[in-house]
Structure formats: structure tokens, C-alpha cells
């Protein structure tokens, strides 16, 4: 069997289950993965670094290991690839931006050390925008859409979408502090998780706003996800905001136990776009032919909070730059340092404004999940924009808060939210929708995404690669 | 003797068995207040008539055998940061002068609910922004400052006039005037009692609780005053234990954390000698001692005082705007300090504060609780309140002061201060803090009760003579 064609777009689960059997080795479905990278990331520009040498080496290892009848888990020799701010020891982690494009970390982030241990195979750093914010860097190659160039990429887990959809990996992992797992993922037409805040360890993962950053797997299936997020969950004594709660294996048991309760705020459903309601009425539709209860509820105020986001990440943003801006903001792209000054203009008594209406619409959007199961959301504030619409999203706070409405505020709250495939625009390219639910409720957003993609074959859709042109 | 001079734990009993009426007990109480307040003024304003008409509903209550528990009956005062319905509520400020709640905070409700008889309200330093409180007198020498900034109820119950008062702590302000006056006082875990109604320093570090003459009645109080509440957005909902079957318990094998860095320095030695002695003590009862190292100690101050200054100013803005000049020159000036903050310093701050809980929590592995002097030295000079280190080494007591209690509030963790002894030169109470780990108030209330047990140091009234 080839990785070059259908053993490409397998999920995850399903190429594991070759390779568990010994039908196919990890050195032939990582040399397959390596030769589509070569094929077609040319044109895509996913990948900042192609780590092929240490990738084929951790194949063969993998290969050895379970020849030996050690087998890891559903990740043992699975090629999967991390986003270019996740510390990995054997390649440079530059976060999108050119200070650091030398920048070899002395340590693996515990997210790349876990997935290592589980057996992954680690192919390369995945192309984001500039320190994980809104716009990539004018010097840097900003990666396609595989459904369409014109077809805006989503950020800021930009190359973490694209590999994804476009078969050069079978996982990858994003990382979200405004949307950046769920906008890219809806924009690719792949599933990602944003993990509850303290799910997941952030040690060694490039900081964008400390407060309002998550790690979590985009996949092309929730299942998938489920597998990467069991393997990167959990304490770490290296970042004390990672919480003890244990950690199930979230892939292994997806009946739900019982048919969820489900609400949606249609008042905030009307200010979206034709397409946006549209997915959304017909993922209603799915749901109650599921057997599902969908009810309307009222949600706390999302385009305030989504408002109050921007200034909330500057603060949090500034000091994290500290040591790098204003000292070298030549080097910065217009998006980063328009945020940056933001930041710095702030006082500390305009942020604890800032602080206090985010308890106060935390602790709105926690009590939602007293009186329900999940919440359903669009998976970004714009069905499928295109790049032209986007292309001054970095320094428009209007285009900017409207784009996050549907995603910025769980940030704010920590609240835990699935982002899977749900329909598609007149023009072919995907949209997403959100499943969210109450804190540490991941195994309840898997197993109902889980059954959504069951009865839905959404996600099962692939886009068409055009192989990179070679001058002859 | 006065019925001002019982016990609470006496005064309770007494009245619980009909031996006593709230209604005598209460104007004992005015009665002894009004005796020393022209040395001590401890009071913004008075409260005889809600007294006397709360103590007549008790003594009734009582008559008709509906006793509500052992705060039924017991005078109370009320620091003047807490709002209660239909009395001034000044904060020790101009700027609220005038300002008459129309409901009573959430720990008056609770306190009035359980019985207790408001006597008055009691001075603060200025919006708790300050450790001196310059409008009170310390009874134990009239010369000096009862600390602060719960400094009014600090003063009242060390001169006799109640044996429970409310205080506020924000960077010690329930533990300095409890070490300064000779009283105890406890703050609670953070989020452990709900701040509604009470006028905010800084709300990432403010904790309500009471000042009282023995360490029964503190944890009586505390707990009454305790639970969760929805208004308040730090407020945990937890169960809130009964403390007082901790009380005289044992301490053996309990550990106890005796910190070589920090809390011994720039600390008067008499007070770290006497805060050593009360460890001693506790070790002859079966604790073990257990040296360790505070984490991040050079951080602390700065890390307070960034998030105070900022929160304070947020609090403040509108009336600094409107009213600056209703301000003492004191907190004008550290509000306008305030504005200057940059948010990136502040959460800079925030981050930092962090770091130093998680130190805090690894520290407390091998320990139970940590015993430490509560404020490096004894009650400082009203006309010049400093501490004087060295020829070149002056610092203001409010700095001081609040040094070495910082760490209570930046970590959240419940503290009990307890008198330990008295200076040489001037028999000055000087006191200890036992700190416990999060929502492990029956901790510091065992070791201090155990102490207070095997010493005669706790409940003692400053020898004040009334005035002529």
C-alpha cells in the first residue's frame, strides 16, 4: 500500500490500525507523508521546517519497537506535525516571525515530549502567523488554502489547517488564543480541539497572551483528536497553570451516555452571515434527527466580550515581547506591533476593567452549563472569507472583533469547544461549526462530534492538490 | 468585676444560661467605650440606640428560649470600611462623609443575624489605604498608633470595649493592629468570606475578618461570616466547617514551618525572639519544627504594592477625578502613583504573584502551618511612625508593617495573628502569625488556641486607666 494517494487522507484511528497490524510499516506511511510534503507543500507552504532525517528515524524506531511487540498506542509511527511555536529540540521554533529564525530550543515543549513518547513521528514545524497573531509575516511565505488560493487560510494556526487538509500529516497540533485552532480549522475543513484552559501544558510553547492561550490537536476527525488530546493532557510540574484533573482516554468510549442537550442563541445566530445561518440550521436539523434536544438559549453578551478581547491579549502580549520589542520593532510585521503598542498604551486601570468584565462573563458562561450539555456556535464570526476581505484583519479592530465573535469569548472564559466541518459555500470551501461545553468536558465534545461525523460524512470531504509546478 | 471585662467565651455562657443580658452586657460595653474613647478614639460614630434596641431583642429572644447560638447577645464592632444600613459609613474618609448605606454589607447581616449587637464603627486608616490609622491612639501606650488599618477595632477591643470587631486585610490590615494592640485576629482563606458590602483597597488581595480578644470567639466569627456568595466574584463555594471542635486540640506531630529567610529580616530582634519562643513552646506540645526557605521573598513587596496601587486606583478613579481634594495627602498621592501603573506592570505582578503561590505550595509539603513574627516590631511612635534600621536605614511603618504580612495576601492563605509576648521597654504586645494552608482555617485556630492554652499571653486587656 502507497501513502501517496487514499492511505493519505486515512484518519489517524484508521492508518493506526494498519500499522498496529503490520500492514503497512511507519517508514513507508512517513516516507509517504515525506514525498506528498515534497509534492505539493511547494505550492502549499504548510511546513517552516521538514524535519525528513529525524521523521525516518523515529519511523524505524517506531517500526523496531512494535516489531518487538512494544506497541505505544494509536499514535505509535504516526507522522504528525506541530505548529512552529511549540519548542522541539532538533529544529528551529521561529513562531512566525524572523528574530528567531536560528532559534533551536534547549528543550522540548512538554506537548512535543508527550506526543514523542506516545510514538508520534514528528515531521515539522507548521507555518502560523507572526507570534501566533492575526496576519503572517511580510517576509514569510503565507501558506494557500488547499480549497482554494483565494479562499482566506484562517490564522493563526495557519499551516496547522493546510497540512492537515491537505493529507501531509494525519494530526497536527494548533495552538488558540482568539480562535486560532477553530478559525483555521473552519476554514480547511478539519477538526480541532481548544482544550479547556489548563488541559493542556503550555511549557515551551511560544506565549502570544499567557491567560488566553491553549494547545490542542486539528485533526480530520474528532475521534483523531481525541487521541492527540489524551496524549498531550494533563499536569505538568513545568507550568503550574496545568491542572491535576486526570485524563481519560478520550478516543475510547464515544456513546454518549445519554442524547445531549444542546443550546443555540438565535438572536446571536441572526447577526451572522447567509451561509454561517445556514450550516447552522441544517447542523440543527442533524442534531434533532439524532434524537438530540436543541433548545434556544440566551447567551452572555459574545460581541462585547469579542470587543474586549483585542486590549485583553495586547497587555498580555507586551510583556510577553518585552525583551524583544520596542528594541527591534523593525523586525516586527504591522499586525504584531499595532498589537504590541496597543499593550503598552494600556493602564493598569483600564485593564482591570478589562479583568472585571471577564469574570463577570465567565462566570455568565459557566452557569450556561448548569442548565445544559452543549452550546452551538459557528466555528468563525465569517463563513469563508477570502483573503482578499481578510487582508486588513491585523490592524481593524471592527473586521477583527466581528471575525472572532463566535470564538475569542471561550478563550476569555477557558470554556472547552470542538471545531468540526459543517457545510460548504456556493464556492465549494468548508465551514465550521462549534460544539461547546463546561469545564473539562472534552470527552462529552468528542464523543458528540464523534456522532455528528458518524451520521454526517462532512468531514470525510478532501480537497483537490494541485502538485507544486517544478521549472524543468 | 464589669461585665466589659468577661470573656467572650464567660460572656457567652452567661448569657446563654440567663445570667446575664445582652442589655447589661451592652451598656457595660458603651459604658467602657465611653470611658476611654477621648484617649483612644477608636470610633467614627456610635451606635447606642441600634445597641440598645438589638440587645433588648436579644435579651427577649432569649427570655422566650430562642437562643441563636454563642454570638447572641455579644457587642460587636464594625470597622467603618463595612456599610451598614441607615449609619454612616465613612471609611475614615472626607469623601464619604456623608454616606449613608441603604443595606447592611453581607458580613453585618450574618453577624446581626446570629445575635450580635453593633456598638459602633469603628476607624480605619483611609480607605484601609495605610497601617497607622493617625485618627486612633494604641491603648497599651497612648503615644503610639494601634496599627492599621483596622486600627479603630484593634484599639476598642484592647481597651475593653468589645471583644470582637470587625477588620479588613489587604496587606495586613487585620493582623498588624491584632499584633500591635495585643488582640487576635484572622484572615480567612481568599474567596473564603464574601467582601459584598464592603469598600474595596484592592480587590485581588482584600479578606474580611474579625479582631478578638481570644481565639474562641475568632472562630466563631469567622465562620459566621464566611460562605459563598454569588456578588462576590473571588468567593469560593466550599463547605465552611465548624472550627471550633479544632480548638485546644493537639498539635503534636503537627509541623511547623520556622522561616530562615524574610520574615527575619529587618525584624526587631526582641519580636523574632518572641515569636521563636511561642514555636518553643508549641515544639515542648509536640510540634516539630521544620526550618524552610520563603520563595521569591525580595519580590514581594513590589509585587503588592503594584497590584495594590493599580486596584486601589481603579477603585478610586471616579472620586479622584471628581474629589480630589477630599483625599488625605496620603492616599492622594498614592492613587495618583496608582494611575501611573502600566497594565504590562501589572500583570507582570500578577505573573509574579503566581510563581510565588506555587513556591508557597511546594513549601508547604513538609509543613503544616508556618509560624513567623506578624510585623517586624511593636507599635510605632504616633507623632514619627517609623522603624529606624540603621542611621541610614529609615522606613515608614506602614511599609514595615505590611512587609511582612504581604505574603498572607499575595498567597490567599488563612493567618491568625496572636500576642506572644511584650517588649522589655515599655511592655509593648508583639505578636505572631500562624499561616495555614488554603481552607485550612482549623489549622491556624488549633495551634493558636493550643498556645493560648499554655500561655497567658492571649486575652489580655491593655492597662489603661479611664480617663480623668
Excluded at chain 2, 207 to 222: I, Q, S, W
Amino acid at each position: 500500500m502507497s501513502a501517496g494517494g487514499e492511505l493519505a487522507f486515512l484518519e489517524l484511528t484508521e492508518v493506526a490500525e494498519l500499522i498496529r497490524g503490520r500492514q503497512v510499516s511507519s517508514v513507508e506511511v512517513t516516507e509517504g507523508i515525506l514525498q506528498r510534503i515534497e509534492d505539493f507543500d511547494g505550492r502549499l507552504q504548510s511546513y517552516a521546517t521538514v524535519t525528513g532525517d529525524s521523521a525516518l528515524e523515529a519511523a524505524r524506531v517506531a517500526d523496531a519497537e512494535m516489531a518487538a511487540g512494544n506497541y505505544r498506542g494509536p499514535l505509535h509511527g504516526i507522522p504528525v506535525a506541530v505548529k512552529d511555536l511549540c519548542f522541539t529540540m532538533d529544529a528551529p521554533t521561529a513562531a512566525g516571525g524572523t528574530i528567531r529564525s536560528d532559534f533551536v530550543p534547549p528543550f522540548d515543549a512538554t506537548v512535543v515530549r508527550r506526543l514523542k513518547e506516545a510514538g508520534a513521528v514528528i515531521t515539522g514545524k507548521l507555518r502560523m502567523t507572526e507570534g501566533a497573531y492575526a496576519e503572517h509575516h511580510p517576509a514569510l511565505p503565507t501558506p494557500l488554502n488547499p480549497w482554494g488560493s483565494d479562499t482566506w487560510v484562517g490564522s493563526s494556526s495557519s499551516g496547522s489547517g493546510v497540512a492537515t487538509a491537505a493529507g501531509l500529516c494525519y494530526a497536527s497540533l494548533g495552538s488558540d488564543t482568539g480562535g486560532s485552532i477553530r478559525l483555521p480549522s473552519a476554514q480547511n475543513g478539519v477538526t480541532g480541539i481548544k482544550p479547556t484552559w489548563g488541559r493542556v501544558s503550555r511549557h515551551g510553547v511560544f506565549e502570544l497572551a499567557e491567560s488566553l492561550d491553549h494547545i490542542g490537536p486539528m485533526t480530520r476527525s474528532a475521534r483523531d483528536a481525541g487521541v492527540v488530546l489524551s496524549a498531550i493532557a494533563g499536569e505538568d510540574v513545568h507550568d503550574p497553570t496545568a491542572v491535576s484533573v486526570p485524563v481519560p482516554n478520550y478516543a475510547e468510549n464515544l456513546r454518549l451516555d445519554r442524547l445531549p442537550s444542546v443550546g443555540i442563541d438565535w438572536d446571536l445566530t441572526a447577526t451572522f452571515d447567509e451561509p454561517t445561518r445556514t450550516m447552522l440550521t441544517g447542523v440543527v436539523r442533524t442534531l434533532e434527527s439524532l434524537g438530540w434536544r436543541v433548545y434556544s438559549i440566551e447567551l452572555p453578551d459574545f460581541e462585547n466580550a469579542s470587543a474586549d478581547w483585542e486590549h485583553m491579549c495586547a497587555v498580555e502580549t507586551a510583556a510577553a515581547h518585552a525583551g524583544t520589542y520596542p528594541s527591534r520593532a523593525s523586525d516586527y510585521g504591522p499586525a504584531l506591533a499595532h498589537l504590541i503598542d496597543t499593550g503598552l498604551g494600556l493602564s493598569a486601570i483600564e485593564y482591570q476593567a478589562l479583568l472585571s468584565r471577564r469574570r463577570a462573563f465567565t462566570g455568565r458562561m459557566k452557569r450556561i452549563f448548569q442548565d445544559i450539555d452543549l452550546v452551538l456556535l459557528p466555528g468563525a464570526g465569517l463563513a469563508s472569507p477570502t483573503t482578499a476581505t481578510m487582508s486588513s484583519l491585523g490592524t481593524s479592530p471592527e473586521l477583527l472583533a466581528g471575525l472572532l465573535v463566535p470564538t475569542a469569548p471561550l478563550d476569555i472564559s477557558g470554556t472547552p469547544t470542538i471545531s468540526l466541518p459543517g457545510g460548504f459555500t456556493e464556492r465549494g470551501t468548508p465551514i465550521g461549526f462549534q460544539l461547546c461545553g463546561g469545564d473539562f468536558s472534552e470527552q462529552l465534545l468528542v464523543s458528540a462530534a464523534h456522532t455528528f461525523q458518524s451520521a454526517t460524512d462532512f468531514h470525510e470531504k478532501h480537497p483537490e492538490l494541485e502538485r507544486t509546478t517544478v521549472a524543468v | 468585676m464589669e461585665p466589659y471585662e468577661l470573656s467572650f467565651t464567660e460572656a457567652s455562657a452567661m448569657i446563654a444560661a440567663k445570667e446575664l443580658s445582652p442589655v447589661e452586657l451592652t451598656e457595660s460595653s458603651l459604658k467602657r467605650i465611653g470611658e476611654v474613647e477621648p484617649d483612644i478614639h477608636a470610633y467614627v460614630t456610635m451606635t447606642e440606640e441600634l445597641a440598645l434596641t438589638q440587645a433588648r431583642r436579644a435579651e427577649k429572644e432569649i427570655a422566650a428560649g430562642n437562643y441563636k447560638g454563642p454570638l447572641h447577645g455579644i457587642p460587636l464592632g464594625v470597622k467603618d470600611l463595612y456599610d451598614t444600613e441607615g449609619i454612616l459609613t465613612t471609611s475614615s474618609s472626607e469623601v464619604r462623609a456623608g454616606y449613608v448605606p441603604d443595606a447592611d454589607s453581607v458580613s453585618v447581616q450574618k453577624l446581626t443575624a446570629a445575635g450580635m449587637v453593633v456598638v459602633g464603627k469603628t476607624q480605619t486608616h483611609e480607605f484601609a489605604f495605610g497601617a497607622t490609622t493617625p485618627t486612633t491612639r494604641n491603648p497599651w501606650d497612648t503615644s503610639t498608633v494601634p496599627g492599621g488599618s483596622s486600627g479603630g477595632s484593634g484599639a476598642t477591643i484592647a481597651s475593653g470595649g468589645v471583644t470582637v470587631a470587625l477588620g479588613s486585610d489587604t496587606g495586613g490590615s487585620i493582623r498588624i493592629p491584632a499584633s500591635v494592640c495585643g488582640t487576635v485576629g484572622i484572615k480567612p482563606t481568599y474567596g473564603r468570606a464574601p467582601r459584598v458590602g464592603v469598600a474595596s483597597l484592592s480587590w485581588s488581595l482584600d479578606h474580611v475578618g474579625p479582631l478578638t480578644r481570644n481565639v474562641r470567639e475568632a472562630a466563631l466569627v469567622m465562620a459566621a461570616m464566611s460562605g459563598y456568595d454569588r456578588r462576590d466574584p473571588a468567593s469560593v463555594n466550599k463547605p465552611v466547617p465548624d472550627w471550633t471542635p479544632d480548638l485546644g486540640g493537639s498539635v503534636k506531630g503537627t509541623r511547623i514551618g520556622i522561616p530562615k529567610n524574610f520574615y527575619n529580616e529587618r525584624v526587631q530582634p526582641e519580636m523574632w525572639e518572641a515569636s521563636m519562643a511561642a514555636a518553643n513552646v508549641l515544639e515542648g506540645l509536640g510540634a516539630e519544627l521544620v526550618e524552610v526557605e520563603i520563595p521569591l521573598a525580595d519580590k514581594v513587596l513590589s509585587t503588592a504594592w503594584t497590584i495594590m496601587l493599580a486596584e486601589a486606583g481603579a477603585y478610586h478613579q471616579e472620586a479622584l477625578r471628581a474629589t480630589p481634594e477630599l483625599f488625605t495627602d496620603e492616599v492622594r498621592t498614592l492613587l495618583e502613583v496608582g494611575e501611573g501603573v502600566l497594565a504590562t506592570s501589572y500583570i507582570n505582578a500578577l505573573r509574579t504573584r503566581t510563581l510565588m503561590q506555587q513556591g508557597w505550595r511546594d513549601m508547604y509539603a513538609d509543613i503544616d502551618v508556618l509560624l513567623a513574627p506578624t510585623v517586624p516590631g511593636p507599635a510605632a511612635s504616633a507623632d514619627d511612625p517609623v522603624f529606624e534600621w540603621a542611621a541610614d536605614d529609615i522606613e515608614g511603618a506602614t511599609t514595615a508593617y505590611s512587609r511582612v504580612c504581604a505574603p498572607g495576601n499575595l498567597t490567599g492563605l488563612p493567618a491568625i495573628s496572636m500576642p506572644v509576648g511584650y517588649t522589655a521597654d515599655g511592655g509593648l504586645p508583639l505578636g505572631a502569625q500562624v499561616i495555614g494552608r488554603p481552607f485550612r482555617e482549623g489549622d491556624v485556630l488549633r495551634v493558636a488556641s493550643v498556645y493560648e492554652n499554655a500561655t497567658d499571653h492571649i486575652g489580655t486587656l491593655a492597662p489603661l486607666k479611664a480617663a480623668s
